[in-house]
């Protein structure tokens, strides 16, 4: 099966930046990381789990939630088998563990929706005012 493990997550002042990165390896029924358009997601003390952006297989399509919009920026390098969150402008609201899994599809509708039924350990990322 897949295997997940994001990183770069830490603590940082309101306004600041971060990079995440998931690292997959492995596959599933003879897929491989190119085939799979992947997404991140976080989830903050108390709530659940939210999608926050996306990016298709081939990397040419992107969608995200509407709170992360014109600060976060997802990327992928598919020969390295690694999917990137590029987060400016942390909020405090921003605070959460954040978690990369294969989505669903290519639309920027199903892409909402995580494809795989586990998740890696995730990476916490704590904004401070």
């Known amino acids: 099966q897949v295997q997940l493990a994001e990183s770069g997550g830490g603590l940082v002042q309101a306004g600041g930046s971060l990079r995440l990165s998931c690292a997959a390896s492995g596959a599933a029924s003879g897929r491989t990381f190119s085939s799979y358009s992947m997404g991140w997601f976080r989830q903050a003390p108390g709530k659940g789990r939210e999608f926050v952006a996306a990016i298709a297989w081939s990397g040419g399509g992107t969608v995200y939630a509407d709170s992360m919009k014109g600060r976060f920026t997802i990327s992928r390098d598919n020969a390295k088998n690694t999917v990137y969150l590029q987060m400016n402008s942390l909020k405090p609201e921003d605070t959460a563990v954040y978690y990369c899994?294969?989505?669903?599809?290519?639309?920027?509708?199903?892409?909402?929706?995580?494809?795989?039924?586990?998740w890696g350990p995730g990476t916490q990322v704590t904004v401070s005012s």
């Open positions: 899994n294969a989505v669903v599809g290519n639309t920027i509708v199903t892409m909402r929706r995580p494809l795989l039924d586990y």
